[in-house]
């Protein structure tokens, strides 16, 4: 659990520091670019905590997490394949730089960015047992997911810029997620968690 | 032993800061020493100065790739539209402004900081043909092919020599700069001489430009690139057109004359580099 806890927190902030290179040749690369970056990432996130937290009241279940890593892959495709059709006409109808990257932010990387928000209080639901715990737990998932971005923003700045084209970071970022969710649904096959039990507590 | 002291405390240092100011891109200092002032950017990590004047003959350009950024007027000489990116004291679009006063300038600048220190220190001065926009370049160019804008002359000047605005240097960039370039236009860019991305930048441009000249100089750490969109006019051209133009440049210092010379289209890099593209730039990491 803890290690897809790391390739959550890894994805976001790959995928936030490729934004500014992503939207660059659109909105430049003022303040203002990282400025609308940083804020939609931060109002998805906040909106995938509430969701995730809501999401897991009814019957948490490993499928259901899965569920979230491959949609939020899936909703990062189009970063990789329609970017310029995006931000093309958003360039075209916003004469502003400072809307237009904002517009651009919220349309490329809200959605993925709250599906990957709703994974640390739904991560939380499944791994605590005994309410006494449940502080315990929410510790270890947070240091494991911010570790991981930690990681991610710091190989994605030092080395994968030099060494790979941006598509192939987030086609890599992508993997990782897929790779997560197969994890998630093969440990829940094996516990006979799949969607029926959590942890031992039979539903 | 006083004595000593006093005289060392009122040796005239370096030179004196009369601005500093931290913007949202850089420290800017602004420094006099005798009639000579200076604008420093980030003054504490040694960077070089990014533009001196000289307040008794504000004419004469100090900077030696400041002056080399007029050797396009060698390809094009009567420039009526002129784009320059980058700001910096604005020395380069004010001598411009003098040479031409009837061409349209067209000034980007990303740092609102920098436009209020040239006209604060620099004398510089917009005028009804000469305008700053406080823009990324990027911006500015792409929107500028969408309305079909061109220029006669466009100067890229952008690069600190602290951080690189990576999204300035690729593939993609230089099309977009192509498409607002007359046919009789000319390109010149003040790039890196050193470092890895010295290979890099100059296989970007050959592949988007094909040929173009590499100006060095051995007073100036830069390289300039000078080009166009045909085929480059052959040396003798050069040369007549700097005997033409000579004296009309000299109250600037520019010594146009000894240009042609050191324009060269030979190939002195590693050809086998990568091209810098929108997908991959990363120049700050290649800077070593």
Redesign the interface.
Known sequence: MASVAFVSGFCIMTVEMLGA?IM????????SVWGSIITVFMLALALGYLLGGRLSMRSPNALVFASFYVSAALFSLPIILFADAIMQPI??AVED?RYGSLLASVVMFSVPTTLLGMISPYSVRLLVEREEHSGQMAGLLFFVSTIGSAAGTLGTS?YF??W????RILWGAVTALLIAAAIILLAGYMRGSLGLRVRGHEI | MLGLLLLALAAPAAGEVIHQERSLYRDITVEQNGPRRCLIFNVHRGDRNQTCIDLNEPERLVFSYTRMSFAGLLLNSEPESILVAGLGGGSIPMTFSDLFPDARIDVIEIDPAVVSVAKDFFLFEETANMRVYVNDARVFIKRAGLEGRKYDYIVLDAFTGDYIPEHLLTREFLEEVRQILNPEGVLVANTFSTSRLYDHESVTYQRVWNEFYNFKLPTSGNRIIITRIGALPPRGDLTGAARRLAERVEKYDIPLLEYPARMSTRVDWDMSRRILTDQYSPGNLLRD
């Open positions: 290179r660059a040749p659109y909105f430049g690369g003022s303040v360039f075209l730089a030092f810029v030099l790979f084209e941006v598509n």
